[in-house]
């Protein structure tokens, strides 16, 4: 007698186990990949603001955005007459000088500043910031603030905010319009205007 016949759709027969070890082998890639983690955000993260005044002018300022919070020790510090020191310059954010970048003329307080890229750095009294507009940019800090190399300075009011902010806020207004800085309960508004043409 020969071999017993063997039906051919019978002759894959596979335990449980087995199928799920195949089905591993054989499954999608995505079964494969792992989560990665995003970077831990900085402590004073690069932030910007930009607004379009008119057709040809648009004015953009970047900035590294310090807390009030440590980022070492997670307790909350004072920020202008301490950590911010009364009468000192300031790099006005964190790590890189501020820049502002305007792509027509503009005025500031009145005062005029040519189309350019410029560093911004302040003077913080209780009751009133000295806004500087340096043509010295791309430095680290105001450790090589040169004075020589201003461009304009203009004095502006301080107002206490009923709100705290937590991070350096910094923002174009076309509405006022204004450059508006905002950090722990202390406001400066900075009045901005296309320059009039003569």
């Known amino acids: 007698m020969g071999a017993p016949m063997t039906n ?3 002759s894959w027969h596979l335990s449980i186990p087995a199928l799920a070890a195949l089905f591993l082998l054989v499954g999608p890639p ?11 955000a900085p402590a004073s993260p690069l932030a910007m603001t930009a607004k379009k005044l008119d ?21 909350k510090r004072q920020i202008f007459g301490k950590l911010v020191p009364y009468g000192e310059v300031w790099r006005l954010g964190a790590n890189q000088a501020t ?6 003329d503009i005025e500031l307080a009145g005062k005029k500043l040519a189309a350019g890229t410029y ?9 009133k910031w000295t806004l500087i507009v340096s043509k010295d940019v791309g430095q680290w800090g105001a450790y ?16 206490k905010s009923a709100d705290t ?8 207004d076309e509405k006022t319009p204004a450059l508006n800085f905002a950090w722990e309960n202390t406001q ?11």
């Not at 002018?57 to 919070?69: G, M």
């Open 144 to 159: 090589k603030y040169d004075k020589t190399k201003d461009v304009l300075r203009v004095d502006v009011p301080t107002k």
């Open 99 to 104: 820049e502002l970048t305007t792509t027509g």
């Open 188 to 198: 400066v508004s900075v009045p901005l205007s296309v320059a009039k043409k003569k």
């Open 55 to 75: 057709d040809t002018t648009y004015v953009k300022v970047t900035y590294h955005s310090p807390r009030i919070q440590d980022p070492k020790t997670g307790e």
């Open 8 to 10: 051919p759709r019978l």
């Open 165 to 172: 902010y937590e991070a350096l806020t910094i923002t174009v």
């Open 30 to 40: 995505a079964m494969a990949q792992k989560s990665i983690p995003p970077e831990k």
């Open 119 to 127: 560093s911004l750095f302040t003077i913080p009294q209780a009751d």
